[in-house]
């Protein structure tokens, strides 16, 4: 069965204060591993999608990064409105289009 | 700039009345997906059409739950009869072979 973890459950930083939050997944085949985010009160928002060991995305101050059995989102100088619940998700070969997401880490920005 | 958008945003029902939620998908995706979210489960998928036919609906309490895809413009879950453990927030999200763009949710209270 796939399944996602994702470490820290709540973050809390500094404005500016670089950090990271983890997805660690166990996937049979991995076909994609995917990063939303979701502000309170809506739905999650697609920021990446990553394929393979190795590939980095960019976004504005986050950056997703992918090994063989985690990934990571780097956040850097992050600014209030980076607060919000970032989502993993991880799409198997043998679950067709299924997503199987992990609990989310709550990250807040102080000003 | 093409939505999901979901009816109604919020419902209150008392136990055993019957609940409808609609999805509209953007138009061109073809796969249709219906989750619900809670506290303490968070994200689960109930299941997912592709071209409006059923694939998956194995996360759905048969029991009481039903999803149909009139049209590929409407999407409905049905919960009947509801009961209080229901009461989460629902949401609807399309897409073509990977990404899924989510709607705004249904917020769902069962008393």
């Known amino acids: ?4 973890t994702q470490s820290p459950e709540a973050l809390r930083l500094q404005e500016g204060e670089s950090s990271s939050l983890n997805c660690s997944y ?3 085949g991995l076909r994609g591993l995917f990063w939303y985010r979701q502000d309170p009160g809506k739905g999650p928002e697609f920021l990446f999608t990553l394929y393979s060991a190795g590939e980095e995305k960019e976004k504005e101050r986050l950056k997703a990064t992918l090994t063989k059995k985690e990934s990571f989102l780097h956040i850097t100088a992050p600014k209030p409105e980076d607060s919000a619940t970032y989502l993993c998700a991880v799409q198997g070969i043998q679950g ?5 997401f992990g ?3 709550r990250l807040t920005i102080n000003p | 700039d093409a939505r999901v958008t ?3 945003r919020h419902k209150v029902t008392e136990m ?3 609940v409808t939620m609609r999805c509209q998908p953007i138009l061109g995706h073809n796969t249709v997906f219906w989750y619900r979210q809670t506290m303490m489960q968070g994200l689960e998928l109930l299941a997912y059409f592709r071209n409006r036919a059923p694939l998956d609906d194995s996360g759905m309490p048969k029991d009481r739950f039903s999803a149909e895809m009139p049209d590929a413009t409407l999407a409905t879950l049905k919960i009947q009869p509801s009961e209080p453990r229901d009461s989460a927030v629902y949401f609807c999200a399309s897409g073509g072979d990977s990404e899924q763009f989510f709607g705004p949710g249904t917020r769902l209270t069962v008393l």
């Open chain 2, 6 to 8: 979901q009816t109604p």
């Open chain 1, 1 to 4: 069965e796939d399944q996602v």
């Open chain 1, 26 to 28: 166990t996937v049979s």
């Open chain 2, 16 to 18: 055993g009345q019957e």
């Open chain 1, 103 to 105: 609990q989310g880490t």
């Open chain 1, 96 to 100: 067709a289009q299924k997503l199987v």
